[in-house]
């Protein structure tokens, strides 16, 4: 069975305008998909129905074989906890240092603490290091997070997705706010965890090009409406 698996997921902000119409697809372990589809087609909504923070008005979703809609709050906030986001702003919070924005990851998202690194013990402290070190930014861990570049900020982001140990990662636009080269860094770990460790990426991108180059499926949507799902060469030649 799929890691994922979504069956007419449909959802509406305001009666009569349907934003997501009968969505219809899967992921599987290690895989990384591309939702395409211009501004405005729904991907970052799709996104965030797929662990509940938006409530959807109908449909399944099938995770780690659990239907994530019947979950109770507490039972949800054990799947959140396999299931990291990556945001196009990055969300971090900018006073804390890189470190601690790392280490956020493992409270859950909203909270403010400050001086929080003597709340962790030294193994996830290491974990933290170890993560930065694979990003290659281990050297800013105690600079605040907004004296980092955007790219810089994004790994950060990734980091701190990744210290949950999830098993599946949503991306909404994590290359939209980057320059070229930072775009093409920030894609190759996010390849990279798909491969290494095996970590579903699914990925909200506007760029037909960067989805072929690094998907290994791609579903494309417009006005609400799948219109496109198969491989990234199948999407090379509907082009
Ligand atoms: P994308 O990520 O592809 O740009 P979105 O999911 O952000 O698309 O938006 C899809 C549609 O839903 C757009 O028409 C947008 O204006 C609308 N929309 C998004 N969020 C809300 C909201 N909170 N309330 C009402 N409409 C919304
Ligand atoms: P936008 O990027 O469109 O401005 P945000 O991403 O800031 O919107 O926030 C959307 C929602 O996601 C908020 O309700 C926020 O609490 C929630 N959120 C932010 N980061 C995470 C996270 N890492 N995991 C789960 N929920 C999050």
Known sequence: MALLEVQGLTKSYQANVTVLQDIHFHAEAGEF??????SGAGKSTLLRCLN???????????????????LKRNELRKV????????QHYNLVPRLTVIENVLHGRFGYKSTLQGILGLFS????????????KLGIEEHAYKRCDQLSGGQQQRVGI??????NPKLILCDEPIASLDPHSSKVIMDYLKSITEEMGI???VNLHQVDVAQS????VIGLNSGKLVFEGSAVQLTQSF
């Open 214 to 217: 690094y998907s290994d499926r």
């Open 200 to 202: 579903t990426c699914i």
């Open 52 to 70: 509940r923070l938006i409530e959807a008005d109908a449909g399944d979703i099938t995770f780690d074989k659990k239907n994530i809609r019947d």
């Open 80 to 87: 959140r906890t396999d299931i990291g986001m990556v945001f």
């Open 159 to 164: 980091c701190r997705a990744l210290i949950q």
């Open 122 to 133: 030294e193994e996830e402290k290491e974990r933290a290091f170890f993560l930065l070190k």
């Open 33 to 38: 998909l591309s939702i395409i589809g211009p």
